[in-house]
């Protein structure tokens, strides 16, 4: 049976039978963080193949070479010169299979050879059991399981550092979160802006103003960001903000509504910390991890119930004129941040 616990659990367990190189028969790899899940999927196939055997021991399916029969002729290849052969299946969801290729998957899954492990990977198509086809859920029972979820604020600080000190390079780990916070908090990402920012920078330290410099911020980041100028009262600052999404060609509708969804949560923990609540609530009500959690209840502290409840009625107005009106959408835009402004001055 799949092991039962948490998403620590499953990838502890994971990184145990890598130390002791003893595979299981059946995985299946998912989640947001896709850095780790390649670094997993290669660990797998540096321990089980070499080579010189690789092309006898190692078969790699995908949505366009996937066919049942192939895969079940795969599975119960004997390995050469090896004592395993391993199989990955990437993208393709075995719960939208025909009638009969659910049935064939189910029974090539419930007699995985004991040399034989089957990884399968999911990137773009989602991980999505289907309850109703019981055969094949059945057959996923034996499977074991590992989410690979972003990391927490701590531990990619920690991650970031250690990559920048493997190019030499020194970084504060207030500056560490900084670039976190600039980019979509995956190792994926954060890997391409270090190597960015290292072949900018001849300094031995990194400063703010190299990844100032090279990294490009995502649009949550920069919302968050113009938000954050404006509970500090920088509403200069938060135009600037507002511009540079802009210029990035951001489509106004789509900037408008990462900063309406931003001031719900806003107000969501602004009404937790009047309950006396804190950043755990906010998490689970919003689906947050924890560190963007915290971060958002330590900047409504700023705002008061009134600012996020009138924010959001902003945000609406200038929703309804964009659709029905034909005043230019940036400059609606610079308009509601000069609104918001205005509100937060009075508190």
């Known amino acids: 049976m799949a092991k039962k616990g948490g998403v620590a659990d499953a990838l502890r367990q994971l990184k145990e039978q890598l130390k002791t190189k003893e595979l299981g028969r059946l995985y299946v790899f998912y989640g947001e963080e896709q850095f780790l899940k390649r670094y997993y999927l290669d660990k ?9 055997t690789e092309s006898f021991n190692y078969h790699a399916f995908h949505a366009e070479n996937f066919d049942i029969q192939s895969f079940g002729d795969a599975v119960e290849s004997f390995p050469m010169m090896a004592e395993r052969t391993l199989v990955t299946v990437d993208d393709v969801s075995p719960f939208d299979l025909d009638s009969a290729g659910r049935e064939a998957m189910a029974r090539i899954l419930r007699d995985i050879p004991d040399f034989c492990t089957v990884v399968f990977s999911f990137e773009t198509v989602k991980w999505k059991p289907d309850r109703e086809r019981k055969e094949l859920t059945q057959a996923f029972q034996s499977a074991q399981i ?47 802006e270090i190597q960015k920012v290292c072949a900018y920078s001849d300094a031995p330290e990194i400063c703010q103003a190299d990844l100032d410099a090279v990294v490009e911020p995502v649009l949550d980041a920069l919302v968050y960001q113009m938000t954050d100028a404006l509970g500090r ?28 969804s931003h001031f719900r949560r806003m107000g969501a923990a602004r009404s937790l910390q009047d309950a006396g609540r804190g950043s755990v609530e906010l998490a689970r009500l919003c689906g947050m991890s924890d560190y963007p959690a915290r971060r958002m209840m330590e900047t409504s502290r700023r705002f008061s119930g009134e ?9 609406m107005e200038t929703d309804y004129k964009m659709k029905t009106s034909f005043d230019d959408p940036q400059r609606l835009l610079e308009l509601l941040v000069v609104q918001l402004a205005q509100e937060a001055e009075r508190g």
């Open 146 to 192: 590992v989410e690979f979820a972003k990391q927490s604020g701590r531990e990619l600080v920690a991650w970031v550092s250690r990559h920048f000190a493997g190019e030499g390079k020194r970084i504060s780990n207030e500056l560490c979160q900084y670039l976190i916070d600039m980019t979509d908090g995956t190792m994926t990402s954060l890997l391409g």
């Open 44 to 52: 797998i196939r540096d321990l089980v193949v070499d080579a010189l």
């Open 307 to 315: 600012f996020c409840r009138r924010a959001a009625e902003l945000v």
């Open 233 to 260: 009262k920088n509403y200069d600052q938060a135009l600037e903000k507002l511009r540079t999404l802009l210029k990035m060609q951001t489509e106004p509708l789509v900037i408008l509504g990462a900063i309406g």
